[in-house]
């Protein structure tokens, strides 16, 4: 005799595993791309399009940001670093603002890493909380700033930009301990639209943002990103494999209204181990 009651608590519990969203069936397994996903143009306007199946949250804000910062280079830009140059560098290429209210005047129309991934956190909090502009204190505003009120450069370590241009886990240093805006991510849990740095085994670090994990056509297993770098003359996509990399760090965008409270004054602990993906 059939035991009705054990059946149909089995198909109770297939539809509602089956109703579950498809990112939190999927949280724990690697996001390994399908060869469509990447562009072959790494200039392109395609992130949200491509890469939001795969995302959620605040996220998707982050992914239609980089289109938005893309669209003002679609060449890229240009990639430059020049501290002691004259005009000094520009983080970011063009005049980028949070509420309407304006972060940098640039001196070049070219940008550099931490720039670039700075700008599309500021291009996401401003779709994201910009009806609630008028709760951005002015000393909070002036925090954000990636130049001095007199136009020169602000110095690593500096209040917000300061803190997210540093060296090290720069994302890490600004969005999860300095404003706790954020949260640290494991590799595997990684989604399109996570800031990410990397320290490369050369000695040097990069600042991106994570689009997804992939295997190349010798094997090799790698990470797309899109950031600014000369390999596409500032904004573009890119894809590196991981055997160049020391280690990484990923945070998320989770509390975007802790803008509006942050402790301008804070400290951060620079003591902060990396992680190495292994998929």
């Not at 054990?6 to 198909?11: A, K, Q, T, V, Y």
């Not at 830009?77 to 005049?95: A, L, R």
Request: aromatic share 12%; net charge positive; with cysteine.
């Amino acid at each position: 005799m059939k035991n009705y009651r054990i059946e149909f608590l089995i198909i109770l519990l297939s539809a509602i595993f089956l109703t579950f969203p498809k990112s939190i069936k999927s949280q724990n397994k690697w996001l390994i791309l399908k060869p469509g996903d990447i562009s072959a143009n790494y200039h392109n306007l395609d992130h949200f399009k491509i890469f939001s199946k795969y995302s959620r949250s605040y996220n998707l804000e982050v992914l239609r940001a980089i289109d938005t910062v893309q669209a003002h280079a679609m060449d890229g830009g240009g990639y430059f670093i020049g501290i002691d140059s004259t005009p000094t560098e520009s983080p970011i290429g063009y005049d980028l603002k949070l509420f309407g209210s304006s972060l940098i005047k640039p001196t070049r129309s070219s940008s550099y890493c931490s720039g670039s991934t700075y700008s599309v956190l500021i291009t996401a909090l401003d779709f994201i909380l910009g009806k609630q502009a008028n709760k951005l204190s002015k000393g909070r505003l002036e925090a954000m700033r990636m130049q001095e009120p007199n136009g020169g450069r602000r110095n690593d370590w500096i209040k917000y930009w300061g803190i997210w241009n540093a060296d090290g886990f720069g994302s890490e240093y600004a969005l999860v301990q300095y404003s706790k805006m954020g949260s640290v991510v494991k590799p595997k849990d990684a989604m399109p639209g996570d800031f990410m740095n990397i320290s490369w085994k050369s000695g040097i670090g990069h600042s991106v943002i994570f689009l997804g994990w992939s295997i190349d056509k010798n094997g090799d297993k790698c990470v797309t990103y899109w950031s600014s770098q000369k390999g596409t003359n500032g904004f573009g996509d890119q894809i590196v494999s991981l055997k160049k990399i020391k280690s990484l760090k990923i945070v998320r965008l989770t509390k975007p209204q802790n803008i509006f409270k942050f402790n301008i004054s804070k400290k951060v602990n620079t003591n902060v181990a990396g992680d190495m993906p292994e998929f």
